[in-house]
């Protein structure tokens, strides 16, 4: 992506505002809290948990512990739905999250970039015919993303997804009673299963896929800052997210224009001359 | 008149004199034997049984009847009680304690037990056969130079049983003794089918005081197994354990609620019983996959164990209409920890096993996990592959974006 005049290098962007980063925040709290309260159900026979847990009283409080940060959870993406819906900085943020046919050619276009297999077999020689006919073929260059490229997307919609499960499963697991005056029992042994294995899969796709995205992957590591300060650059906006780069210096470059052309500053180019 | 004072003086002493003289060759008195035993032990000898009945030394010491010489033999002939105690001779020609040759001692005899010159009736506090002194008197031998297979420290488990600390924390008297379980002068070997502590027997033995539990373990599953005569059905001490019985209320007590499964799985997880009696296994297994099962392995209490679902004594198969997992009772059952338990509690598997789900509906579950395991599969070698393409991309292509 080429630099734009109109946005320079050092200027800095807020990708997460302080809303944003405390819902985040708090996911990051009542998630690991709820890993460390639940998973000792679905590994009881580890050391470390036994360890962990070592009475029936210290169950006891992980029970506590574990409702008590689903209902803080729930409450955070009350607030996350209520703000996404009422605000227009939520309202333009769903809508860039939106999945659309680009994330999954983008998801496509960017693991065979990555993998380089065509360029390597054009290199040999090989297929030059098709390569010269179509180029694309060859993923010269990564996908362009706009604001959420389809890694984001698909962690978001994941969580999403993810917390209905887990919040369904769970209001009946925490009332047993009502759910087996409601289903019989192997459906409700069906809620457990799903509650326990959906948990495996969630925290397994944080510890792998999050946390390479945003932390190991040479690009960002040690760590990006986006959680912390919310700041990104103009370079950095540039480099990750080449389409809102575009878009914003597109804005700029219109308003700029606007301005030129608007009766007040001819006015005011006649008043200064 | 002095004169005949002084003379009968003098008659009276020769005749003593002549009678001291004479003394070997007549009956000897209580008053003779003290001429050289102490004062100690015609205190020990009045203050006992024996000695309120009137009993004189030669009745006991029946080998020193017609002795002329004193100082007697140093060792005397052991007493024969059995000369008045014909009745209990029998008993204990029967009992092991008669028989020890084996074991390289001589036999225990009634003065180990009871004591010799001080013996007093059972129900005498002083008695060393009383219930509350009755351990120390056995332990005496049973921790000193005898050895059973068990070994000694199997007897002195007893110390920390709750029998043993109701008699010696309430003095509760009826509580089980050494003598409840094992009898007294009958006392066999606990290999003798016919000893109290044999598995045969043992049912009775402790339902001597715990009537109530007999009744019921007699009309469970154990119970009417035990009656055939099937060897391998659990007796009392199979869950409770021996010298070592604790209250189940007791947290290291075999039968608290979070070690319960740990002693139900030792024969319902165990292949070999399984397969001869027709039982299911993975019991444990399949509990603790529960809820149930893993709050209790971290210690949660309030959980349902074994024992809370199938009851404990009187344990019923689910096909019996009194079983508390009876379909018809278990919305009972469950309702005395989930208030307002439906029949729906009814309609599922608890121990619920991949390869006996006889009802297609229970293996939807197992179709959920499988389908779970291969989303996760899925997903997360995705991810990996992505990563590495990334991270091959970058650390060795050397070729950086943008």
Sequence with gaps: ?273 | MKLRLKSILIYCLSFIFVALLALPSLAQTEEDCLTCHDEALRKNIEGSIHGAAGLSCLDCHQDLRGVKEFPHAEKLEPARCESCHSDLLPEWQKSIHSRTASLGFGPVRCFDCHGGHEVKPKTDPDSKVYPLNLPQTCERCHLGQVTTPRGQDFIRQYQGSIHFRALEKAGLTISANCSHCHGSHDILSIEDPASKTSRRQIIHTCGQCHVGIERDYLEGVHGKDYVKGIKDVPVCIDCHQEHNILSPLDTRSSVYATRIAGVCSRCHDDQAIARQYGLLTARYKTYAETYHGTASRYGDIRVANCASCHGYHDIRPSSDPKSSIHPANIPQTCGRCHPGASRRFAEGKVHLMPDQVEIPKYRVSYLVKTIYIALIVVIISAFLLFIAADLGRRLLGGQRHG
């Design chain 1, 1 to 273: 992506m080429d630099k734009s005049p109109y946005i320079s290098d050092d200027e800095i962007f807020l990708r997460m505002n302080l809303t944003e980063r405390i819902q985040h925040f708090v996911l990051i709290i009542t998630f690991f809290t709820l890993i460390v309260t639940g998973l000792p159900l679905f590994f009881y026979e580890f050391k470390f948990f036994r360890w962990l847990i070592p009475s029936g009283r210290v169950f006891l409080i992980r029970g506590l512990l574990h409702r008590g940060a689903a209902v803080l959870m729930i409450a955070n993406l009350i607030w996350h739905l209520l703000y996404t819906a009422f605000s227009p900085r939520g309202r333009n943020n769903f809508k860039e999250m939106l999945p659309r046919w680009k994330d999954f050619r983008d998801a496509f276009e960017q693991l065979m970039y990555n993998l380089g297999f065509t360029r390597f077999l054009a290199r040999r020689g090989m297929g030059k015919g098709f390569f010269d006919r179509h180029p694309y073929w060859l993923f010269t260059r990564p996908p362009l993303y706009g604001r959420y490229n389809f890694i984001e997307k698909f962690e978001y919609w994941s969580l999403g997804w993810g917390s209905f499960i887990m919040i369904l499963t769970g209001f009946f697991m925490w009332n047993v009673e009502l759910s087996l005056r409601l289903f019989p029992l192997w459906v409700h042994d069906i809620f457990v299963i799903i509650h326990g294995y959906e948990a495996i899969l969630a925290f397994l796709a944080i510890i792998i896929w999050h946390m390479y995205n945003v932390h190991f992957n040479p690009e960002n590591f040690p760590m990006s800052r986006v959680w912390l300060d919310g700041k990104i650059s103009g370079r950095e906006l540039r480099l990750l997210h080449p389409l809102e780069y575009q878009k914003i210096a597109e804005e700029r470059r219109c308003r700029a224009e606007r301005l030129l052309n608007s009766p007040a500053s001819q006015q005011g180019l006649k008043g200064e001359a």
